[in-house]
């Protein structure tokens, strides 16, 4: 930093932000933040400038394919031009009341995603843990004012492996020892059950059960898929006892695997949807849960709310992403160059890979136990690719769903030179 004793404030108001931020070298910004940020996270040691597309630069000007995607928060492609347009133009209108008032950015919203999905009635909120927390309370209430569960016994069937977030409640049913240890005392009222396994679900069951809460495919987890059929038992069991189906498809939704919502592979519709990172638009946080009237008739005026939640930007960004979506037809994208992705990672000779898992363009490749997968970490940076392990070794490849043929033939490239550094 300059020797000059001038503030941060200073700079800024006199060379605005974009100036004093860009002034920033990437050593400045990955130390800054070390220094001054809890160390929550472990980031690639990569500082991104500038985004476009399917691609991200750093302050050199390399060049990498991001195939981490902001966890498939970025479908559309960084920077999508019908998506900022629209949020540039609500910037002359009205960026922010609260939900004391009507906005009719809201309101259209509303009609737009429930449309979209399907559903009756739609809660507006900004991240996903807030949107899984509104679905665990929605079908607490529902589990006590129409099902006939007594009160504060009602139990919500979770898998092992989940990610649902990372609130108090929802580290409680968690089963990733570090996501909970120390942060207990943990919340009732979950039921663990292996993921996949119907019969495990059946077994679960009781009178107080209200709900099923489960990834349809577990991203998070090392992109586990259930066995064909799973999903649309799930949904028979659930209706057969009474016991409201809720996918989180805050991952998986909007395009990710080929189809709007992963659900759709099999006849396995919900009463409530979680959604999130996607209808963002890959530019602010919007979340909602949607479902049927049956459930979400169950929230009065105060039982629920958030001050940013259905604010009129977040609702012209998500109307902007579901219009683009069905303009460019991202679920046949997904599709077809999922396919292309998946079966030219497949091909590849190398013998530290295990396996190559995915649908649509939600594929994680899985390297053998005993590879040195800080090693490959930095190979996949040095080649120009974004790709990080979630759980088991399993290496994300989730790139926006814009993409082309040309893009993946590069990706698959830059990843078999990767590999053939640990090979
Ligand atoms: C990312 C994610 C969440 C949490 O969303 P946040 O916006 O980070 O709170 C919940 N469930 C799934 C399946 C996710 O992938």
Redesign the pocket.
Known sequence: MATTAKTIWQDILENGVRKVVEDLSDAQAIEMTERFGTHNYHPLPVNVVRAKGAYAYDGDGKEYIDCIGC?SAVAHGHLSEFITKSVVEQLDKVTLVSRAMYTSELALFLKGICEFTGMDLACPMN???EA?ETAIKLARKWAYTVKGVPKDKAEIIVAEDN???RTTTIVSFSTEQQYKEFFGPYGPGFKIVPFGDIDAVKAAITPNTCAVLM?PVQ??GGIIFPPPGYMAELRQVCTENNVLLIW?E??TGFARTGKKFAWMHEDAKPDMMCL??ALGGGIF?V?AVVGLEHVMKVFVPGDHGSTFGGNPVGCVVALAAMAEMEQKDLCANSEKMGNRLLSKLKALPHKCIEDVRGRGLLIGLEVLEGTDTKKLSEAFIKQGLLTKETRNRTFRFAPPLIVDEKLIDQIVERASKALDAVS
């Open positions: 966890y991240t996903g843990a899984v990610f649902h977030g990834e991203a998070e989180d805050i991952q999130g990172k946080p979340a």
